[in-house]
């Protein structure tokens, strides 16, 4: 049966979903949650030539090193994508009342190189380079012509959706601004224009000035337990300085930034009992020239919960720790 790869619109909501069917061809690691873990030698990321990757992208060296036999990081094309590698922009096409477009984007595997070491057992170097490659991918993508939007995500554990447990981010580049990031920009944009300041960073400062959410900050960057929060012991890390797009933070800014999430992520490891968690970076769109208004920011969402039927039915977000709560544990 051919695949069916198609960003469809929803008539009444206006917001896109995307039909994937090509990710049936993906071999599942993760039956279930209790199973053992794969083993090492077993792993399609652990050793990158035996996996037979026909493309690097990006090869990057342990942090002080120069030997790329010794790497850090390693980054390829999915070999399971749910979007067609494209740069050909996809017209919109009307299916009897409906619109959709052809799938087309860009997907990325940002590999590290311990199968073991995630996110809260990273050394702060290893977590520098981490971002040094999210930068360097994002900027390179944003310059393809029929990229709106480009989300960088990780998944830690089989809930997260992680389907290989050696610790990996992606990049996902779409042609279309995704519905949850469309509501954030226009959000943003409507309060900027009503009052001529952006709306996060006055979250921040009224944040900063009560400190009963405040986690955690260092010069460059505060991490927050959202005042209404999404998920149980969901966390955001911002800028303290208004920024639009993460992609062009220099290199201290860089050095706050992982200083933050290995503080953060260490917590979650210890006092959480290392949850499955999903995190992304929200950021301006690439094309987006007047993106004044916008904050970028990171969220984390730790999977200690699942979603019953007045969730999924209101679309309202139950969450059973206040952040208040969240906050306190975590800081301490």
């Known amino acids: 049966m051919k695949s069916t790869i198609e960003f469809r619109k929803d008539l009444v909501s206006g917001d896109w979903a995307l039909v994937s069917t090509s990710i049936q061809k993906k071999p599942v690691f993760f039956k279930r949650s209790k199973e053992a873990p794969l083993p090492k030698s077993l792993c399609p990321f652990d050793d990158i030539k035996k996996s037979k990757q026909e493309k690097i992208l990006l090869w990057m060296p342990k942090p ?43 997907q990325e595997v940002i590999v590290t190189g311990s199968h073991e070491r995630h996110f809260a057992l990273m050394s702060l170097g290893e977590l520098n380079l981490v971002l040094e490659a999210y930068q360097s991918r994002y900027q390179a993508l944003a310059s393809e012509p029929c990229v709106d939007y480009i989300l960088i995500i990780h998944n830690h554990g089989a809930r997260s959706g992680a389907t290989v447990p050696h610790p990996h981010s992606q990049i996902f580049a779409i042609p279309i601004i995704p519905p949850d990031v469309k509501r954030s920009i226009e959000g943003s944009r409507k309060y900027f224009h009503e009052r001529k300041r952006c709306v996060h960073c006055e ?76 995190f992304f970076i929200h950021t301006a769109p690439p094309k987006e020239r007047r993106a004044e208004h916008y904050h970028w920011h990171m969220e984390i969402l730790p999977r200690v919960a699942i979603w019953g039927g007045l969730e999924l039915g209101t679309g309202i977000d139950v969450v059973k720790v206040s952040p208040e709560e969240t906050a306190k544990l975590l800081r301490r």
């Not at 405040?214 to 890390?237: C, D, G, M, W």
């Open 203 to 278: 979250i921040l400062k009224s944040e900063l000035k009560e400190k009963k959410r405040v986690i955690y900050q260092n010069k460059h960057f505060v991490i927050l337990a959202p005042y209404a929060s999404r998920a149980v012991y969901e966390t955001r890390i911002f800028p303290k300085f208004h920024e639009s797009r993460f992609e062009v933070i220099d290199q201290a800014q860089r050095n706050d930034l992982s200083d933050a999430m290995s503080f953060i992520f260490k917590k979650i490891f210890k006092k959480l009992k290392n949850p499955d968690y999903n």
């Open 64 to 106: 002080g090193g120069k030997d790329l036999k010794n790497w850090w990081i390693q980054i390829f094309p999915n070999k399971y994508p749910v979007v067609v590698n494209s740069r050909v922009c996809p017209p919109l096409e009307k299916c009897g009342i409906h619109e959709k477009k052809i799938g087309v984007g860009f």
